[in-house]
């Protein structure tokens, strides 16, 4: 049996269930395990390995070219790691894009990855599967603000509506994870300060990666810095503050 | 505290557009469709005259595959140059099927599903493919499909072709009207169903796959799924509107289905307006008067070497002037009209 299969076979298939909490038994715990990337010479992760807990708020952060968003795609099936395994709710799994939804897991991208044929509702309702799409389209749209545009094209919209769009259909389909791809790119300090309290109220595993650092400090229970692919720290906000390799990694010279 | 209703939360915001229908009439739309469509074909066929009957049921019988590839390339983004051959698949089904068992219902579903099962093959490739790859395959399958009735000659009789055997139409009815009524049930079978396809869950993975693969995939879309379905969607219209063809002309050949069928047909569409079922009917529209009206200029000038050739010219004119004007298409144009009204 594929590994895949394995993570799946557990997975309730049922997930617009509105007290979602008391009977979704779909996992939120991820796990990555010696994970390295290569790309032909280039070495994009070197043995990096992570555990999201339920429930916690865990940055990843590190300078352009450190390796977040190939950490992302690892987690999301879009490239395979070269070495290592990754686990979900402790099983071994083989992550696909498209099995993510099924599963619980709700990928945000960088900018804004979205389907301009389409009215806002519409986006946010293909993130939906089941009979209730359309209810539980609106209900996140409202969670997220963007309900007046609900009829309008997102191409036509200023940047912070369609970043919340974007956000609205990742939280539609009532994940148990969120992995959150620079959220608060392009955003005005009034959206940041809405975003940092959607992330801390939203009450599920959330997996940021993000290079606005007053957002990450304040939100993250757990942060991880990478640098050139490498782990170079792991620990609570107060404490990657407070970690010299850190602040050389992001200045370039020695605390 | 209590979350409102999304009824509530729906009125609360006052400018969402209220265009859209209570559930329960948008799902009485696809009948009220093809009864309304049906009443209207009726009634114009009693009052046409022959020659406007027959004319009538090949602007049916377009509309069968301008639907289908409307749902393919309009909806889901991808690029065939090769319906004309997957109608030619369908006729020749038709026609052997007919020859047969002379049974028009067995025959017409024995070419929608040969059809179909031959848009699997080519839609299972093409979900690998994209922009001018995909456009190759489509087109290589349009060149080769026509060779294939030259190769195994003892069954399709090469260029010559197949006559169909067809009964008579039943009572008094004159043929044209009873081409006309059969092509357009056809017509609005099939495209009801594609209306109701395309409002679902279906419509919108297959646009969300157009619009970005990576975004539609992260929100559950198998991206080649998707695909796939649509190419068999849309050739099974292509199969029904071959059968139809092959009905019309009673008789089936290569001829019929030339390269240039499948560019008119990507170009009708394209003028009708992509991605609209009201563009593919106004698409299927203009296959059957653009090349009257190119007879009509060239028997005007006194030039019979004119007409070959005429038709392509006005088609490339119009879509360039629809373009330019319009570049959504001929919907788009009554889209606007609407919302400004």
Redesign the interface.
Known sequence: MATDDVATDHVATDHVATDHVATDHRPDELGLHHISVRFGGLTALDDVSLRVAPGRIVGVIGPNGAGKTTLFNIV?G?VTPSEGSLTLGGRPWRPR??????LGI??T?QGV??????TVL?NV???V?GRH?E?EA??AL?RCGV??F???RPGALPYAVRKRVELA?ALA?RPRILMLDEPAGGLDADEIRWLAGLIKDVGITVLLVEHHMDLVMSVCDEILVLDFGKPIALGTPAEISADPRVTEAYLGTAA | MTRPSVRESRDAASDVPRGERPRSLRRLAPPAMILAGALVIVGLSFLLPPFRNYQLATVGAYFCVTGGLTVLTGLNGQLSLGHGALMATGAYTFALAQNRWLSLPVSLVAAIVVTTVAGLVIGLAAARLRGPYLAGLTLAVAVVVPSVTSTFDEIFNSDQGLSVALDPPPGTIPVEQWQAWLCWAGALLSTSLLAVLVRGRFGRDLRAVRDDETAARLAGVDVARTQVAAFVVSAACAGLSGALFAVLAQSVSPGAFPLTLSLFLLMAIVIGGLGSLAGALGGAFLLVALPTLAQAVAEGTGSPRLEGNLALVIFGVVLVVVMLAAPGGLASIRFRRRRTS
């Open positions: 999301s879009f894009p498209h099995h993510l939804n099924r709700a990928r991208l990855g979205q389907f301009n044929g389409m519409e309702m293909v993130g599967r799409a209810s609106w209900t409202e309900t007046r609900a009829g309008d259909r389909a």
